[in-house]
């Protein structure tokens, strides 16, 4: 299937992460922008046609991919000025780059990409700042059992927030972290069909009117995710991917079989 990334919004509370009009999806976690750790994440479960919804900072993302470095992630040999890669990440990608809009909602860049989804009836769609460990291949299976026309993932709060019952006179009668309640959000990663094309106004949003039209209908499934989740909405959390990328902790990038390889290394020598 066809993966949409939306990656055009301004991402006003990254902004002082950087300078220069540099769109949230291209901050860093380890040596790659966070846009392409979400493309290596489909990719690895085959979904290798990319339609990046473009706005604010386009040129950034353009000239990333026009420019792309392969020997950044990947090991290669160098003789006689000549380079040979070992591996390769985008070498079997195809990407189409649209423009969709500085100030539009997400289903109205949707609606623009659409002529890129003709004769697709189903596809994928993902925000392009959030990383997950979810088995992609279950998710569209359950998607597809549920006859639903749409399917988001929905995880459970990642928030230090406590939750207070309190009575009218002020008494607080409990305290409860909000990650232990039993509260859903929208984690980010939608399977679609086109039938959601239907659902969204020109200049209409995906989740506002799309989605929740589908939902009073009963016809949006949620697929519950309780594995690893985590946005990069702020600098803070960009930084906490990129300190764990940096340690080792990596659960989103399932596609790399070294850390498996390290513990079978590990299991042996016992």
């Given at each position: 299937?066809?993966?949409?990334?939306?990656?055009?919004?301004?991402g006003m509370r990254m902004r002082d992460s950087g300078g220069d009009g540099m769109p949230k999806p291209m901050q860093m976690v380890g040596p790659r922008p966070l846009i392409w750790h979400v493309m290596r994440y489909y990719a690895h479960f085959g979904h290798k046609e990319f339609i990046l919804c473009l706005g604010y900072g386009a040129s950034h993302i353009?000239?990333?991919?026009?420019?792309?470095?392969?020997?950044?992630?990947?090991?290669?040999?160098?003789?006689?000025?000549?380079?040979?890669?070992?591996?390769?990440?985008?070498?079997?990608?195809?990407?189409?780059?649209?423009?969709?809009?500085?100030?539009?909602?997400?289903?109205?860049?949707?609606?623009?990409?659409?002529?890129?989804?003709?004769?697709?009836?189903?596809?994928?769609?993902?925000?392009?700042?959030?990383?997950?460990?979810?088995?992609?291949?279950?998710?569209?299976?359950?998607?597809?059992?549920?006859?639903?026309?749409?399917?988001?993932?929905?995880?459970?709060?990642?928030?230090?927030?406590?939750?207070?019952?309190?009575?009218?006179?002020?008494?607080?009668?409990?305290?409860?972290?909000?990650?232990?309640?039993?509260?859903?959000?929208?984690?980010?990663?939608?399977?679609?069909?086109?039938?959601?094309?239907?659902?969204?106004?020109?200049?209409?949003?995906?989740?506002?009117?799309?989605?929740?039209?589908?939902?009073?209908?009963?016809?949006?499934?949620?697929?519950?995710?309780?594995?690893?989740?985590?946005?990069?909405?702020?600098?803070?959390?960009?930084?906490?991917?990129?300190?764990?990328?940096?340690?080792?902790?990596?659960?989103?990038?399932?596609?790399?079989?070294?850390?498996?390889?390290?513990?079978?290394?590990?299991?042996?020598?016992?």
């Open positions: 299937m066809k993966v949409v990334l939306f990656c055009g919004g301004y353009k000239n990333y991919f026009l420019t792309y470095q392969e020997a950044a992630s990947n090991d290669f040999v160098m003789h006689g000025g000549n380079v040979e890669l070992m591996h390769s990440d985008i070498s079997d990608w195809k990407i189409t780059f649209v423009d969709t809009g500085l100030e539009s909602a997400i289903g109205e860049r949707l609606r623009r990409a659409r002529p890129f989804l003709e004769g697709d009836e189903y596809f994928l769609a993902n925000y392009s700042d959030v990383l997950t460990d979810a088995p992609l291949d279950e998710v569209v299976a359950k998607f597809h059992e549920s006859g639903a026309a749409a399917s988001m993932m929905v995880v459970p709060p990642e928030s230090s927030f406590h939750c207070v019952n309190i009575s009218e006179a002020g008494e607080v009668k409990d305290i409860t972290p909000l990650s232990e309640m039993s509260v859903w959000i929208n984690g980010g990663y939608f399977v679609l069909s086109n039938e959601i094309f239907d659902y969204i106004p020109p200049g209409g949003d995906l989740v506002a009117d799309g989605c929740a039209t589908l939902a009073g209908e009963g016809r949006l499934f949620g697929y519950s995710h309780h594995g690893f989740w985590k946005p990069a909405d702020t600098f803070k959390e960009r930084a906490e991917l990129d300190a764990g990328y940096h340690r080792g902790d990596r659960p989103w990038m399932v596609w790399d079989t070294s850390g498996d390889d390290a513990k079978i290394d590990v299991a042996r020598s016992r």
